[in-house]
């Protein structure tokens, strides 16, 4: 791997840590991330608790406050023209129609995009009782929750940045290293 593939590789991974920490905001260990018991340990798991309308209901506002949305804004039509083009690959004559279509799915599939939201709102209704969502909100609501949904955009973008110099910065003291060692040893690469 090359040095400027090193780099995209790296600033590629921070991007999408970035995206999810500013659209989502709060890590949290799904249930089945955590740690399982050995298989002769398990045993049969309780059915998990639906989330009640009000705690989904939270889950959407906060999810609304982080500006969630931007994390899978555009995906429908992106979705779409992505199949389009790799149809087009292979089906070139059929440019005209496969446009067509593309424009109708567009039309069609508006708005398909708020199973996602609606989604993450299940979820962060299940992993988070109905008090800390009204605690998030309560949080990112006040003058310092304010600030941080104002701030941490550029706060992300500055450290990532920072992380893609750093990255070619120690890129190049490794390369010189590989270089300096594979040169005492007699063998010089290229």
């Known amino acids: 791997m090359t040095k400027g593939e090193l780099i995209m590789s790296i600033s590629a991974r921070a991007l999408l840590a970035a995206i999810f920490i500013f659209g989502v905001g709060v890590w ?71 446009n067509e279509v593309a424009a109708q799915l567009n039309q069609d599939l508006k ?5 996602i939201g609606d989604q993450m709102a299940r979820i962060y209704a299940t992993d988070f009782t109905e008090q800390e969502l009204k605690d998030l909100l309560a949080f990112y609501k006040s003058p310092l929750g304010q600030k941080l949904l104002k701030q941490e955009p550029s706060s992300i973008h500055a450290s990532m940045e920072f ?5 070619e910065k120690f890129g190049e003291d490794v390369d010189a290293k590989f270089r300096d060692e594979m040169k005492k040893r007699g063998k010089p690469v290229i």
């Open 163 to 167: 992380m893609g110099q750093w990255a």
């Open 111 to 115: 708005g398909r995009d708020s199973e």
């Open 28 to 98: 949290s260990v799904p249930t089945s991330a955590q740690q399982q018991p050995a298989p002769a340990q398990q045993k049969a798991a309780p059915a998990q608790q639906q989330p009640s309308a009000n705690a989904i209901a939270l889950a959407h506002e906060y999810l609304d406050l982080k500006a969630a949305t931007t994390v899978y804004q555009g995906s429908v039509p992106g979705i779409i023209e992505r199949i389009r083009i790799q149809l087009l690959q292979n089906n070139l004559n059929y440019q005209k129609d496969l």
